[in-house]
C-alpha cells in the first residue's frame, strides 16, 4: 500500500489529506489569511504515516514546469513562491504541484471512465476551470476561462488582470459582484447574512423577474462560452463540477436555455443538443467527498499514475 499526502490549495483556503489505494482519509484544514509560507511547509508535512510514497500539492492559479506558482489570484500569499524547490530541501520522496484543474480533471475521468476518450471537464464554481481530455490524458493546460467575451471598455474585472473574461463574466465571484452592485439599482437588497448567488437562485425558483434577468444573461454568456470551445475541438461529453454548475444547471430551464444559445453560435446546432453533447455532473456530498476527484487525481499524478 502507498500513500499520497495531497495538499489542496484553494478558494476554500488550505486543505490535507492522505489518500492510501485510492480511499481518501481525514480531511485537516488550515487558514488561508496572513499564512506564512514556512507554516504552510509545516503543515503539508506534518504527521507523515510511514507508507507515505509521495507529496502533491493542488494549487488554484498557474503553475510551470519546475513547480512554481507563476500566479494564484485565490491566494496571492502563493504567487512566486517555488513550492516544490521548497518541499525538495527536506523531503527526499516524490513531489507533485499541479494546477487544481489538472488534478481535477485527473479525477473526474477516473470516476466517468466511458467518457475519458474524449471529453471537457469544467469546473464553475467561484471562477471557471477547463480542460480538454483525450484518451484518457489532459492534453491542455488551457486558460480558456480568460478568454475575452466582453471587450468593451467597462467590462468587468478578472482576477488575471484582464478585464471581461468568461471567468469574471460567469464565475460565483464575479456573479456575486455583479448582483451587489447591480440590485440596490432596481430597489432590491439581498440580507447581509444570505449568499448573493443563492439568492439569486431562491428568487428564479420564485419567478422573480430580476433573477429571470440575471440568468438570461448567464445563459447567453456561457452558450458563448461553449460555443467558442465545441467550435475549435467538437466534443461528445462535458463533465461539470463545482457549486454553480451543480445548482445552476439543475433549475428548470437553465440547461435547455445555454444549450439554446450555444446551438445558435456553431456550424452545426446539432452540436449542443443532448443527443450529441452529453452532461455529466461529478457527485457531491452525500454521494462522496467534497472534492474527492481533486484529491484522488493529485495522488494518481503524483505516483505518475
Known amino acids: 500500500m502507498q500513500s499520497v499526502r495531497v495538499i489542496e490549495c484553494?478558494?476554500?483556503?488550505?486543505?490535507?489529506?492522505d489518500v492510501t489505494d485510492g480511499k481518501i482519509g481525514?480531511?485537516?484544514t488550515f487558514r488561508n489569511v496572513g499564512v506564512r509560507t514556512e507554516e504552510l511547509l509545516s503543515f503539508s508535512v506534518s504527521e507523515l504515516p510511514q507508507d507515505n510514497a509521495a507529496i502533491a500539492f493542488s494549487v488554484a492559479g498557474l503553475v510551470d514546469k519546475e513547480g512554481s506558482i507563476t500566479l494564484s489570484p485565490n491566494i496571492p500569499i502563493l504567487t512566486g513562491v517555488p513550492l516544490k524547490?521548497?518541499?525538495a530541501r527536506t523531503y527526499g520522496k516524490r513531489i507533485y504541484v499541479g494546477n487544481d484543474m489538472e488534478t481535477a480533471a485527473k479525477g473526474m475521468i477516473t470516476i466517468f471512465p466511458d467518457l475519458a476518450g474524449c471529453c471537457l471537464v469544467i469546473t464553475w464554481s467561484?471562477?471557471?476551470g477547463i480542460r480538454f481530455v483525450w484518451k484518457g490524458d489532459i492534453v491542455s493546460s488551457s486558460e480558456a476561462s480568460h478568454i475575452c467575451q466582453d471587450p468593451s471598455g467597462g467590462a468587468h474585472l478578472c482576477g488575471c488582470g484582464m478585464r471581461g473574461c468568461a471567468d469574471a463574466l460567469l464565475g460565483g465571484a464575479g456573479t456575486s459582484r455583479r448582483l451587489i452592485s447591480e440590485l440596490p439599482m432596481r430597489g432590491i437588497k439581498i440580507p447581509a447574512h444570505q449568499n448573493p448567488c443563492a439568492a439569486l437562485d431562491a428568487a428564479y425558483k420564485d419567478g422573480e423577474k430580476w433573477a429571470a434577468d440575471m440568468y438570461d444573461y448567464?445563459?447567453?454568456e456561457m452558450g458563448k462560452f461553449l460555443a467558442t470551445l465545441v467550435s475549435v475541438i467538437q466534443v461528445p461529453a462535458?463533465?461539470?463540477?463545482?457549486?454553480f454548475a451543480q445548482k445552476a444547471l439543475r433549475l428548470p430551464g437553465i440547461e435547455d436555455a445555454i444549450r439554446m444559445q450555444m446551438g445558435n453560435r456553431v456550424a452545426n446546432p446539432d452540436w449542443a443538443s443532448k443527443?450529441?453533447?452529453?452532461?455529466?455532473?461529478?457527485?457531491v456530498p452525500?454521494?462522496?467527498v467534497e472534492d474527492s476527484e481533486a484529491f484522488l487525481g493529485a495522488a494518481a499524478l503524483a505516483l505518475g499514475q
Not at 484553494?10 to 489529506?17: A, L, P, S
Open 10 to 17: 484553494g478558494g476554500k483556503g488550505f486543505r490535507r489529506v
Open 26 to 28: 481525514e480531511i485537516s
Open 85 to 87: 524547490n521548497l518541499i
Open 126 to 128: 467561484s471562477g471557471i
Open 218 to 220: 448567464i445563459t447567453m
Open 238 to 243: 462535458i463533465i461539470w463540477k463545482g457549486s
Open 275 to 283: 443527443k450529441n453533447l452529453v452532461f455529466r455532473f461529478v457527485p
Open 286 to 288: 452525500p454521494d462522496a
